[in-house]
C-alpha cells in the first residue's frame, strides 16, 4: 500500500495535534471504547474537515498515535468518526502512521476483521511470547508490560485479542 496513491478529500487535512485536539482526541477515543490510558496528545495525528463546507467550521474526524515504548512503538488509539467511515480516512491514516514510525512497529487490535484491516499494510498476527522484550530505558516501559494486561483478559475472558507486528508492505 502506498502512501502516493491515498488523498484526503477536499475539506480535509492530517496533520500533528496540537494541545487544543486534546479533548476531541478523547471524545473520540472513548466513542470507540478504546483503552483511554496513555493519550498523549503530543503522540497523535488528526484529520480534520471542513463541516457544511465551511472552513470556518472544522470538526476532529479521525486520530492516531504512535506510543513510543523502549526499542519500539505501537499504533494505537486509531479511531475515524463513525459519520467519516468508509471514505479511506483510517486508511490514509493508518500508512501515514506507519510511515512516521522509526522503530519497531506493533498493535493490538480486538477481533479478526480489524486484524484483516491491518494485515492489508503488512501487519501479521504474533504470539504475546513473541512480542519482544526490551528492558525499560530512560523512563521508557516496554511494549511488552503494556500488553501484559490485554493477555490475561484475553486469557481469562477469551476476548480476540490480536498482537500484530509490522512487517512490511505485501
Given at each position: 500500500?502506498?502512501?502516493?496513491?491515498?488523498?484526503?478529500?477536499?475539506?480535509?487535512?492530517?496533520?500533528?495535534?496540537?494541545?487544543?485536539?486534546?479533548?476531541?482526541?478523547?471524545?473520540?477515543?472513548?466513542?470507540?471504547?478504546?483503552?483511554?490510558?496513555?493519550?498523549?496528545?503530543?503522540?497523535?495525528?488528526?484529520?480534520?474537515?471542513?463541516?457544511?463546507?465551511?472552513?470556518?467550521?472544522?470538526?476532529?474526524?479521525?486520530?492516531?498515535?504512535?506510543?513510543?515504548?523502549?526499542?519500539?512503538?505501537?499504533?494505537?488509539?486509531?479511531?475515524?468518526?463513525?459519520?467519516?467511515?468508509?471514505?479511506?480516512?483510517?486508511?490514509?491514516?493508518?500508512?501515514?502512521?506507519?510511515?512516521?514510525?522509526?522503530?519497531?512497529?506493533?498493535?493490538?487490535?480486538?477481533?479478526?476483521?480489524?486484524?484483516?484491516?491491518?494485515?492489508?499494510?503488512?501487519?501479521?498476527?504474533?504470539?504475546?511470547e513473541d512480542l519482544p522484550q526490551f528492558p525499560s530505558t530512560r523512563g521508557k516501559s516496554s511494549l511488552k508490560g503494556k500488553f501484559r494486561f490485554s493477555q490475561l483478559v484475553k486469557r481469562l475472558f477469551r476476548v480476540p485479542v490480536v498482537f500484530m507486528e509490522h512487517r512490511g508492505n505485501s
Amino acid at each position: 500500500m502506498n502512501q502516493s496513491n491515498l488523498s484526503l478529500s477536499s475539506g480535509c487535512m492530517l496533520r500533528k495535534a496540537t494541545s487544543g485536539d486534546q479533548w476531541s482526541i478523547r471524545l473520540l477515543v472513548f466513542s470507540a471504547k478504546l483503552d483511554p490510558t496513555q493519550l498523549n496528545w503530543q503522540q497523535f495525528w488528526v484529520i480534520e474537515c471542513d463541516v457544511y463546507g465551511r472552513q470556518s467550521l472544522r470538526n476532529l474526524v479521525a486520530c492516531g498515535q504512535l506510543r513510543n515504548f523502549s526499542g519500539a512503538q505501537e499504533l494505537g488509539s486509531l479511531v475515524v468518526a463513525s459519520a467519516w467511515r468508509g471514505r479511506g480516512l483510517g486508511t490514509l491514516l493508518t500508512q501515514h502512521l506507519i510511515n512516521t514510525a522509526t522503530q519497531p512497529l506493533y498493535l493490538e487490535c480486538l477481533g479478526e476483521r480489524l486484524a484483516q484491516f491491518y494485515s492489508r499494510f503488512g501487519f501479521v498476527p504474533i504470539s504475546f511470547e513473541d512480542l519482544p522484550q526490551f528492558p525499560s530505558t530512560r523512563g521508557k516501559s516496554s511494549l511488552k508490560g503494556k500488553f501484559r494486561f490485554s493477555q490475561l483478559v484475553k486469557r481469562l475472558f477469551r476476548v480476540p485479542v490480536v498482537f500484530m507486528e509490522h512487517r512490511g508492505n505485501s
